[in-house]
C-alpha cells in the first residue's frame, strides 16, 4: 500500500507540473515581439501578383516564385522586359507596423531593363487594394522603400525614398522630388541586406539598414506624378495614406527574398487583457481578449 501510496503521489506531481507549465506556456509575456511570418519559405499562398499589362494573380512568366527557401523574382521566360514592372502583395493592409525584409540582388538584369533599374528594386507601402490597379498601370499609388544594390563603381544608398503618386513632408514642409537618398552604406555584390520600415500611420515613416536609421519623413500622402495606367478617380492629392497593402517590387534585376516579416504595432492596449502588448502605439481594444472569470 506504502508503495502504491508513493506512486500516486509521483504521479499527481507529475500532472500537477505539467498543468503548471502548460500554464505558464499560454500566458501572455506582454513585451515579447510577435513577429508574423508573410512568407512561409515555401509557396506565394496569400500574396497576389500584378504585372503591367496583365492581370491581377496572372503571374506572367513566373516572375515570382519560391525556390530554396526564398521568394525569387526572375526573368528567365521574357524575350525582352518591355516596362513590364511587376509587384507582388500581401493579402492585407496595414496601418501601423513594421515590415522587415531581407534580400539580395543577384545574376544579370534582365534585356531591355531601363539603366536606373540595375540592381533596383523596392518595398511598396500604404498601397489602396491592388484590384484598383489599371491593367498598364505601371506602379501602384504608394510610398516607396527603394532597394538598390551597389554597382561596384562608388556609393549608391539603399532604403531611399521613391513616391510614386504621393509625396510626404519633411521638416513641416511637403516634398515633392519623386526620390530622396538615404544616409546608408553601399551594399556590392551578392550579400544579403536586411531592412525594417517602420510605419505610424499617416503620422510619420523611418527606414532601418541592418538596424541603423538612414531616413525618416511625416505624413505620407497621395499627389504629384511618377505613375501611369492608374484610376484618376483613385489619386486624390493631399489625402493622407493612413494604412494599406504591401507589395515587393520586380523592376527588370534578378532578386532573392529569404525573409518577409511583420510586427503589428496596432492592437490590445488594455493591461487587463490576455493580449495586451506593451510595444503597441495605436489601439484597437476591439481585438482585446480577457480571462474568463471563475
Known sequence: MKQLSIAFTLAGCLLFSAVTFAQKKSQNDPDKKEWQ???????LKDWMPKIRGYALNDNFGNTFRVANGMMQVGYEKYDEFKERFGHIFYKEPFSYYIIAVEYRFISDQAKGGPNWATRNSGIMLH?????????????PISIEMQLLGGLGK???????????GTNVEMDGKLFTPHCLNSKSKTFDGEQWVRVDVEVHGGEWIKHFVNGELVLQYDKPQMGGGNVSGHDPKILENGKLLTEGYISLQSESHPVEFRKVELLNLCGCMDAKATNFKSYYVKADNTKCKY????
Open 154 to 164: 562608388g556609393p549608391r544608398t539603399t532604403a531611399n525614398l521613391c513616391t510614386p
Open 127 to 139: 498601397s489602396p487594394h491592388p484590384n484598383t490597379m489599371g491593367k498598364d498601370q505601371d506602379f
Open 37 to 43: 511570418q508573410l512568407f512561409n519559405g515555401k509557396d
Open 291 to 294: 480571462a474568463k472569470k471563475k
